[in-house]
């Protein structure tokens, strides 16, 4: 069987274009008359000769909460999940998504329901919006579900660019420092200690370490980018193990300058959105804990998880665990045993989150206004060592002549 992409429209004139698997294009244009289409043209699909990089075919956040929020509403009018999905699919501008949208689409075509069709994807569709996709479609509110998950992913997008926000100064900062140093040692230290060997003469330590810095980085450059090479990558292998993101993870959680405070929070900020979304959504609570626990993004928050979803199962209370676990404040573990005895949970995590997510806003602001003036400092004190160690030699110099 081949692929064919093909472009029609139904009786009202919403046109619509897609692919299909046929025998020919006769077999297509049969099956899009039987779905009451008017077809405008079918073409065999041809392998596209573009080079995609492994970064570039990835769906942006962006564009899965818009593809989300139409989903939704094409839902709530009455159009059916098959004939949405075209829609999607005539309508995004990512391809990685269009792509994933197909498959999708021909999964449902095939009987699947979309919650078995979206789990086939994980990297695009992660638990929590399957999850609660799947709730929707057993409840018979998937267009409230699927608008909650829209809402989540929004959040916890914002939750991340302020994240990202409060690294991108010290990053430019540093990222400028070493550029200089690189430059000072590689080109200026040079000309300097050529200076100093035609009046002979020791040399101050501060610059012998200087010299040989210099040296150093001109002679085995090679040696400086392979290191640095091999150190990254093997440092991201490691963080990818078992033991390496637990140990990163535990950590950042204990970083100075109130990084660790701030990593705290967000990851108490997510752990409560997506408790409370999966709640709001009707998620069972045993595969809530489950699905949160997959989803936090922080291992100590995972663990924490474990021990409450033992606490349910032997018919014990959430909170409980939550007060012997480092990571969660006193206040939430009471927070949530209120709303476990009121039986507004949902409302309560809601809340949690709300305020760690202003929190982390405060914090941020508050380690940017930290960060800047001890980048400064930093940047200030590596170049006016440079610039101390090669006058030193001068001022000796002069005050031999004198």
Known sequence: MAAYVFKAIDLVGVQSKGELEAESKQAVNDQL?????????????????????????????????????????????????????????????????????????????????????????????????????????????????????????????????????????????????????????????????????????????????????????????????????????????????????????????????????IVQKVALARWSRTFSALITAGVPLLSALDIVAKTAGNVVVEQAMRKVAESVKSGGTIAGPLKESPVFPSMVGHMVGVGEETGALDAMLTKIADFYEDQVAAAVKSLTAIIEPIMIIIVGAIVGFIVIAMYMPMFSLYDQIQ
């Open 33 to 261: 008359k039987a779905r009451g289409l008017i077809v405008l043209d079918i073409a065999e699909k041809r392998g596209s000769k573009e080079i995609k990089l492994p970064w570039s075919n990835r769906v942006k956040a962006g564009d899965l909460t818009v593809m989300t929020r139409q989903l939704s509403t094409m839902v709530s009018s009455g159009m059916t999940i098959l004939r949405a999905l075209y829609v999607l699919e005539a309508q995004t501008e990512s391809d990685a998504l269009r792509e994933t949208l197909v498959l999708v689409r021909k999964d449902v075509e095939a009987g699947l329901p979309l919650s078995d069709a979206l789990e086939r994807h994980p990297k695009v569709f992660d638990p929590l919006f399957v999850a609660m996709v799947r709730a929707g479609e057993t409840g018979g509110v998937l267009d409230s579900a699927l608008l909650r998950v829209a809402d989540q992913l929004e959040k916890a997008e914002a939750l991340r660019r302020q994240v990202k926000s409060a690294m991108t100064y010290p990053t430019v900062i540093i990222t400028f420092a070493m550029a200089v140093v690189l430059a000072l040692v590689t080109f200026l230290v040079p000309v300097f200690a050529g200076v100093f060997e035609e009046f002979g003469g020791e040399l101050p330590m501060i610059t012998k370490v200087t010299v040989a810095a210099s040296n150093f980085v001109k002679g085995y450059w090679y040696a400086i980018i392979v290191g640095s090479a091999l150190a990254f990558f093997g440092l991201r292998r490691w963080r990818k193990t078992p033991r390496g993101r637990e140990m990163l993870q535990r950590a950042w959680l204990k970083a100075p300058m109130k990084i660790g405070d």
